[in-house]
């Protein structure tokens, strides 16, 4: 069985960005990768500087197609286990965490389905057609 854990740490002010910032961290995973968070790594050609965005929850796709913790050429997009979070109030932030409960329990399910599925049929496909091998 999947399972995830998580540390949230609280809602602060941060008087630098004039916000509340949340921290989202998966500390352990069993049955999958820690890295389950998707961010975007943008630049600032103006003035040089690299930003990475949390955009989602991963999707059981997500988790096989993006590269852990740096983009893959020619896109923008990576796996992370870790998020910061930035809000005008601490109960926005509450609300995004509990949305990102609701999609990371969505993944764990998704995945557990698809792990489930374990008889696998071979076959040898050849021009003069197609011959079962077996199945594991």
């Known amino acids: ?20 910032s949340m921290t989202v961290e998966v500390l352990d995973s069993q049955g999958t990768e820690k890295e ?13 500087s690299v ?20 983009p893959a050429e020619n896109t923008s997009y990576f ?9 005008d109030n601490p109960e926005l932030l509450e609300g995004i965490f509990n949305s990102i409960i609701y999609e990371l329990h969505k993944l764990t399910k998704d995945l557990n389905i698809l792990n489930a599925q ?6 040898s496909i050849t021009p003069d057609g197609a011959r079962k091998l077996s199945i594991n």
Request: charged content about 20%.
């Open 36 to 48: 389950v968070f998707v961010k975007q790594k943008l630049t600032n050609f103006l003035d040089d």
């Open 1 to 20: 069985m999947i399972t995830l854990t998580l540390s949230k740490k609280t809602p602060e002010y941060n008087v630098e960005l004039q916000a509340y």
């Open 79 to 87: 796996r992370t286990s870790s998020i910061s979070l930035v809000a």
């Open 118 to 123: 374990t008889n696998h049929e071979r076959y």
């Open 51 to 70: 930003t990475e965005n949390f955009v989602a929850v991963c999707s059981p796709a997500q988790m096989e197609d993006l590269f852990k913790h740096s």
